[in-house]
């Protein structure tokens, strides 16, 4: 059975930092693609940070320079460092993974990350 599982969310003040991290199991290929895209409350999910297998990291603009994706491929993990946060970065963070050749994500269950002014 395919688990992508989230952890490390909470609650944090405005300049706070926080890490997010997700494992993934059951997932009878190698991964592809890793990301975080996060759903604030009224709001589309959106996307925040991609990484490739081989450790290219891709950014939303409105997080660039203050969260860092990372992955582990031997463990099948990606995580997301949060620097400098903003009340607007309050929102449900899903992780997702891509197979490689399955063609479609996997996503974990989500973790809230609440920012207080």
């Known amino acids: 059975q395919v688990q992508l599982v989230e952890s490390g969310g909470g609650l944090v003040q405005a300049g706070g930092s926080l890490g997010l991290s997700c494992a993934a199991s059951g997932i009878g290929f190698s991964i592809g693609y890793m990301g975080w895209y996060r759903q604030a409350p009224g709001k589309q999910r959106e996307l925040v940070a991609t990484?490739?297998?081989?450790?290219?990291?891709n950014y939303a603009d409105s997080v660039r320079g203050r969260f860092t994706i990372s992955r582990d491929n031997a463990k099948n993990t990606v995580y997301l460092q949060m620097n400098s946060l903003k009340p607007e970065d309050t929102a449900v963070y899903y992780c997702?993974?891509?197979?490689?050749?399955?063609?479609?994500?996997?996503w974990g269950q989500g973790t809230q990350v609440t920012v207080s002014s």
């Open positions: 997702n993974a891509y197979p490689i050749g399955v063609g479609y994500p996997y």
């Open positions: 990484i490739t297998r081989g450790g290219t990291p």
